[in-house]
């Protein structure tokens, strides 16, 4: 059984950093380049859809998450996300806060 989870990646680095989130185990991406960007921020602005293969613990998949989110965060090849915005069906909710057990807990019950 697959479930997925969209993730909103706001910031400079946000193209680079989907394109990494492409490469962590337990994870099938698809992207939606068709969204327009926000030029008064001069941010790239990326929807990306994560289906988590459910092979992967909850556990397992997001700590990879988190430890993908902090990285890019922190700024990873001289560019930032600024923040990522998870939509869990009818939940939002910013990676930012999470624990690694909170967002775990999203994964397994979608």
Same mark, same amino acid.
């Given at each position: 059984? &697959? $479930?997925?989870?969209?993730?909103?990646?706001?910031?400079?680095?946000? %193209?680079?950093?989907? @394109?990494?989130?492409?490469?962590?185990? %337990?994870?099938?991406?698809?992207?939606?380049? =068709?969204?327009?960007?926000? @030029?008064?921020?001069?941010?790239?602005?990326?929807?990306?859809?994560? =289906?988590?293969?459910?092979?992967?613990? %909850?556990?397992?998949?997001?700590?990879?998450?988190? $430890?993908?989110?902090?990285?890019?965060?922190? %700024?990873?090849? *001289?560019? &930032?996300?600024?923040?990522?915005?998870?939509?869990?069906?009818?939940?939002?909710?910013?990676?930012? *806060?999470?624990?690694?057990?909170?967002?775990?807990?999203?994964?397994?019950?979608?």
């Amino acid at each position: 059984m &697959t $479930q997925s989870i969209q993730l909103v990646i706001d910031g400079t680095g946000a %193209g680079p950093a989907a @394109a990494e989130l492409r490469t962590l185990p %337990g994870l099938t991406i698809t992207t939606d380049h =068709n969204l327009p960007t926000d @030029a008064t921020r001069n941010l790239d602005l990326l929807t990306v859809t994560a =289906n988590v293969v459910t092979i992967a613990s %909850g556990l397992a998949v997001a700590e990879l998450l988190r $430890q993908w989110y902090l990285e890019w965060r922190q %700024g990873k090849a *001289n560019r &930032t996300i600024d923040k990522v915005l998870i939509i869990a069906g009818d939940q939002r909710l910013l990676l930012e *806060n999470m624990s690694k057990e909170q967002l775990a807990k999203i994964l397994e019950t979608l």
